[in-house]
């Protein structure tokens, strides 16, 4: 035989069990997302290049798939392009449109180009693939998807404890222990206003974001070598340090900020977010003993992104040791860049992937987290067969996943497609049962086996 | 403001009410599939161009959209390329991956690629988007979803009326009448045997399958276009003006193709199907006055591909002047392309743009499929929203979908919201309201306005 064909690296098949999971994961979002009133919208999975290009980053527009333009690509473009100005110009020249990199970026082009049929505050949400041309490794594929919820056009603080109550809702229901971690962007500015750095704010947050694998000493080093001065490194080392409870550390920070106004309204929201939580999660309210998940004020906690401008936070599952499995913020002018300013915005996005892997971990999928085949009748042979096809049809209007074996194969091959597939019932008609009006059902698990009419047998799969 | 930014031409932003009918069209198909017994899988969007090209014909090949290899792309290329053997050469040297252009061929490399995992007959669905630079016009779409459904490894007849009977339940559950067209390939052969032109196959299908757009004058005069002899095409008449019930038909055929062993084993195959179908599909079974859809013997169905090789069928919607809305057929050597010849494969393929379009034409979608919010708190303050809070909370938990609006806006603002995003109810709480424990529901819809408890207003949105 020839040698087998294969994908793609970095991307994959879903087979029917790993489907049947990933619907669970998704259906589960998708049902609390609706729960909370966001609305679900798709994207196609090409956007213009001229969308998409400079929103990430020079890195990001590396890792751009970018797609061919279709015909003659090459009529108008001229032949010193292939030698001059490298690839990054040729590929302008021949390619115009490139497969969407996240969901943040054409959710802001979709809120912009429909904005004369959207009602602000515009609650959406949106689970696709997306596509990054990064090395694949463990865990990091070219392919994956994501399961973002924003709201646009309200800079309310209800919004971003509406998130936190979705993340607290998605992993209860998931069976999942997680901790939601949450800082301000505005804490890390006042704290770089305070010692006098406000221009180095992204070195520091990038450091401090460091602290849990490298260690204080090497954030310090780090801090130094982005040229923050030994006294404003001195004066910092109380906030990198900082614990206790939320309340503690929120008292502490307001003694250090009380210089930053821009500090201490970060230091509101906080609060603000902290007891709305707390209120909507009690006990009381949830019928859960310990009220919701736990949440954490985190300073460490700086994400990435440089466009978050208020609340970020950040989901950690307690029980397997992997990276973050939920993340987002406020941001204050996503729609800006394409020229609407002035719409703040704050979102979520569920890592499917890593949820996946947890779950597996952890063994939590439910029993009914299966679409296979319950009740499989055996075809013996044409009059057979016809004789059991009433009763096929009769189990499926009942609900029950239903076939019956296409082809009159010998027995042993039609049992061990059953137990291959994991079938549960297998229905038997043969000369016997055929005579009276009966069929023998086999429970492949127990290997009971019950001569029953067709009522009968429904009666005893849906049981 | 900047100019809108746009989509690339031929794709499509979808919005919350087309994604909640969109959705209701895909559960539908896939609850029906799984009712049979099939399973869903998902292959990666990007194909290696090895797997895709050559599958589609000379034509199909240039409706693929290609993605530029990532990184330098250029290196190792000889420049030359760019100057001689014109676009299709560079783009091979320059492009290894493409956008999966149907569901058909990526499922073929997928049962070759998984084979030891499977367990044959293998029922697999699919429901993923495909790409095709096709000119973009009313109706055709350079991104759009397909919804298969195949059986490969059995040649047993039975899969055939079971895509039939999914077929006929598909469209019961959207009140859509149709009228399922069958043929078969071997009948077809067995005509051009009978005349003496089995090399003109295609040529005679092709033809016959325009009898509806241009008439039996054209259809003649193509067919003598095409090199058949004016005496093949006078014994081709009665072929393609038959007439009459299936019945009769059949009769018919089997009189002219007593010749012709392949065209009576065609013939065969399409009464097994018509007399099965009518089994499973009866009034008795499926408790419908008229049983299952129409199942018609149409000659001059012949449909475009011609890897069919039995029966082949086609859905014509009844109400609706549109084209075919579901199509499919067997096939004998699918898997063959990728090395692993012998296994036969009979599928079915639901046109999910045309039945939306249908749907809307007919307005048939169910009242049920619209995933707006159906509770609204209005906000007046935080003091407001705080005491609303706890009830917001457990309208969720009873399964009602809700908001709090975020800001505390004027009223007037907060319910033309509720009226721009059609929530029928909207709960209110002042000063009054929060003094005696209640608050205000106010239906939408009637104008009614109640004072209530918590519980009963969860009691009074839910009847």
Redesign the interface.
């Known amino acids: ?8 690296k970095g ?6 069990q790993e ?2 999971r990933r ?1 669970y994961i998704f259906d589960t979002i998708r049902s609390v997302y ?4 966001f ?10 290049l ?2 998409l290009m400079g929103k990430y980053g020079e890195e990001g527009d ?2 751009l ?4 333009d ?5 009529r108008g473009v001229d ?1 010193s392009a ?2 001059e100005g ?2 990054p110009k ?2 302008a020249c ?4 490139g ?1 969407r990199y996240d969901l943040t970026v054409p959710f802001a ?2 809120v ?3 904005r004369d ?1 959207l ?1 602000l ?1 515009f ?2 949400f949106q689970i696709q ?1 997306v ?1 990054r ?1 990064d090395r694949p490794q463990k865990g990091r594929y ?2 994956f998807y994501q399961c973002d919820a924003d ?1 646009v056009g ?3 603080l ?2 971003e ?2 998130l936190m ?1 979705i993340i607290d809702e998605v992993f209860h229901r998931f069976g999942i222990r997680v901790c939601i971690k949450i800082n301000n962007r505005k804490i890390l500015t006042g704290i770089a206003e305070m010692i006098g750095q406000a221009d180095k704010i992204v070195d520091i947050t990038v450091a401090i974001d460091k602290l849990d694998k490298i260690g204080l000493d090497a954030v310090n080093a780090e801090l130094a070598e982005n040229g923050i001065p030994a006294e404003a490194i001195e004066r910092l080392q109380p906030i990198i340090k900082l614990s206790g409870s939320n309340k503690e550390k929120l008292q502490t920070m307001r003694e250090v900020l009380k210089d930053s106004e821009m500090g201490l309204k970060g230091c509101d929201e906080v609060e603000f977010v902290l007891n ?1 939580y707390a ?2 999660t ?1 006990p009381s ?2 019928g859960r003993v310990g009220g919701g998940s736990a949440l954490q004020l985190d300073l460490t906690l700086a994400r990435g992104l440089n466009y978050y401008t208020g609340c970020i936070f950040e989901v950690k599952a307690l029980d397997v040791e992997i990276g973050s499995i939920t993340g987002g913020g406020r941001y204050d002018n996503l729609t800006g860049i ?3 300013p002035g719409l703040s915005g704050v979102g979520i996005s569920f890592g499917a992937d890593r949820i996946y892997d947890v779950l597996n971990q952890l063994d939590l999928y439910p029993k009914e987290v299966s ?3 319950e009740l ?1 009748f055996v ?1 013996f042979g044409d009059a057979e ?2 004789y059991s ?2 009763a ?3 189990a ?2 009942s ?1 029950i ?4 074996y ?3 194969a010998k027995m042993k091959k039609q049992m061990a ?1 059953a137990n ?2 994991a079938i549960p019932f297998v229905a038997i008609a043969g000369e016997t049962e055929m005579a009276a009006g009966k069929f023998t059902l086999k429970d492949m698990i127990t290997g009971e086996q019950l001569v029953v009419s067709t009522d009968e047998l429904i009666a005893k799969v849906q049981s």
């Not at 035989?1 to 793609?8: H, R």
């Not at 991307?11 to 029917?16: A, S, V």
């Not at 996943?401 to 019956?404: C, L, N, P, S």
């Open positions: 035989m020839a040698q087998k064909p294969s994908i793609p991307t994959r098949d879903f087979g029917p489907m049947a619907n609706a729960q909370y009133g609305q679900q919208i798709e994207t196609p999975a090409m956007e213009n001229s969308t590396k890792l798939f970018k797609i061919l279709s015909g003659d690509f090459l032949p292939f030698c490298g690839t040729l590929a021949i390619c115009e449109k497969l082009r979709f912009v180009q429909h049929e009602t505050p609650r959406r693939p596509w041309a070219r392919e709201v309200s800079d309310s209800l919004n404890v509406e109550q709305k209120l909507v009690a309210l949830t394409f020229g609407m679409t296979t085949t499989l075809n067969a016809a096809l009433p096929v049809a009769a499926r209007r609900g996943r239903t076939e019956i296409s082809d009159a497609y291959a597939r």
